[in-house]
């Protein structure tokens, strides 16, 4: 007879959409081998990658392996990213309808292995098995991701490819990467060397292309898609600092901005720097094939513009109310440019009527401002600070580290986050992409204080745009157990003095 503890599935994060335990296990070993029908190879890759380390196994391919890894486009109902695995004492079957659905299933598989299984060395005397158990998984959102600031603070290469497959580990799927600022440019343009030379020294350094195309590699691997924001045409004092012809007082030279908060200085509207934006995200777009590219947009103030005999020029010119309506003109050019090379432009909204119709929105400053903008036919991917900002304290404590002055925001508070609540519309709804949790880095020296404030809290983003239930007594419960993963991940639970002033760490 099975005991109740056979049955048992060690706690997963995100929960399932739905998940029966079954008696029995099922153990990998050296005999191990994989099935792979056309358009899984890639998830088989994966797999083989993911626990090659810690368990040695080699899982080769073979037609007769108990290890099933198929593609079967006839599975509508799993969507582009849903998966069904089913778990038996004498094998395994991974099926989804995409082969994204298969690698967020391979991430299941390294939930329900042992602990161990998610180091990156080899370890002895562990039962590789996994509980026998029918998991079909369907994600609520397609969005689901995590905005990450190396402008401001710059993270080395080899940490953001490390941060990338802890977002998989959580089945999040976007990596907002937010590469230049007043701080510091990050990103690499041919055709404007300085840009990196001048003004990607502050706060650390800059990437190279062929770093930048590799972490991209990686991230699709994983099913994760790097979205890059290049700001404009307000943040962008470290672009001026290369190229000062570009602002609004060519004469005036300045140093990149050392210090936080929303700097006055701002991109010029005249022909040049406007074919300055569109050389650099064409190379942005060769780099990073994602399908949404981010302009920011946000927080320009127009006090050069209201003084600057070209702007002004410029606004009598077009026909405009007067320079503040610069940065809608502004945007529309850009986003426009996205737009006929086939991108969809990404834009930071304070209203959720500030941009043009065709841009996808976050709204920040209040979730009311995605409904807004949802009227307006807006795609939306929600990223309200009071329940997304991970630069916010999570607790507090006295022990808490340093943060962005403002309100906690704690675990809760990021799993009671609703990106298309109940009270919105069927229409407006269906215009929610999903949601993002935003870790701007002005008080992130290291990336071990990084990693401190995105976990667990991107843990609980992971769990409301996944399934959505936001059981906050159900969550708490596993994630107890999913802690030991962290743990052994190596993420802190807590910071060492060194780890929060400055120490790199990770």
Known sequence: MRTLRALRTPPLVPEPTQLTPLPGRFAFDETTALRVSPGAHGAAELLRTLLGPATGLRLPERPDGPVVLAVDPALTGLGDEGYGLTVGEHGVLLRAATPRGLLAGVQTLRQLLPVEALLDHPVAGVEWSVPCVQITDVPRFSWRGTMLDVSRTFRSIDFLRRYVDLLALHKLNVLHLH????QGWRMPVAAHPRLTEIAGHPHGGAYTRAELA??????????????????MPGHVRAALAAYPSLGNRPDRRLPVWDRWGVCDTVLGVHDEALDFCRDVLDEVMDVFPSPYVHIGGEECPTTEWQTSPVALRRVADEGLDGPDALHGWFMERIGGHLLAAGRRPLGWTETGADLPPYFTVMPWRDSAHGRTAARRGHEVVMAPHRSTYLDYPQSASPDE???????????????????????????????????QAQLWTEYVPTGAHAEYLAFPRLCALAETAWTGRRDWPGFQARLRHHRTRLDTLRV?????????QGEETS
């Open 179 to 182: 590469l230049t600022d007043d």
């Open 214 to 231: 590799a972490l991209v590699r990686h991230a699709a691997e994983r099913g994760i898609t790097v979205v890059p924001e290049i700001e």
């Open 401 to 435: 580290p340093p943060g962005q002055p403002g309100a906690v925001v704690d675990l809760r508070t990021v799993l009671r986050t609703d990106p298309a609540p109940a009270h919105w519309s069927p229409e407006e709804s269906a215009r929610v992409l999903g949601t």
């Open 492 to 500: 802190p639970r807590r910071l060492s003095p060194t780890s929060a």
